[in-house]
């Protein structure tokens, strides 16, 4: 199995900056694509960046210019640099990952416990 902890929350206010961290661990072979979620209250969870294995990266267009998504692949571990943050950024942040346990095993979707992220205006 694998683990992703999350770390990196907090109350900011509008404007500021947070940079959150998830590392992954346990059984992996391999990680295809880590990513960022974000769930307000009273809404879906939403994709807000994912970067895949070579490097590539989509973002949400909310968040477009001001959050940064990058990636350890020694560590396990993705980032999420979040710049200019609004009271509307404001959510529980999940870290996801499509990995594989073992050679031989399938592609599985893993989750973080989550990490809440508030911003005051």
């Known amino acids: 199995q694998v683990q992703l902890v999350e770390s990196g929350g907090g109350l900011v206010q509008a404007g500021g900056s947070l940079r959150l961290s998830c590392a992954a661990s346990?059984?992996?072979?391999?990680?295809?694509?880590m990513a960022w979620y974000r769930q307000a209250p009273g809404k879906q969870r939403e994709l807000v960046a994912r970067?895949?294995?070579?490097?590539?990266?989509n973002y949400a267009d909310s968040v477009k210019g001001r959050f940064t998504i990058s990636r350890d692949n020694a560590k396990n571990t993705v980032y999420l640099q979040m710049n200019s943050l609004k009271p509307e950024d404001t959510a529980v942040y999940y870290c996801?990952?499509?990995?594989?346990?073992?050679?031989?095993?399938?592609?599985?979707?893993?989750w973080g416990q989550g990490t809440q992220v508030t911003v005051s205006s």
């Open positions: 346990g059984s992996i072979f391999s990680i295809n694509s």
């Open positions: 996801n990952a499509q990995a594989r346990p073992t050679r031989d095993s399938y592609e599985y979707n893993y």
């Open positions: 970067i895949i294995s070579g490097g590539s990266t």
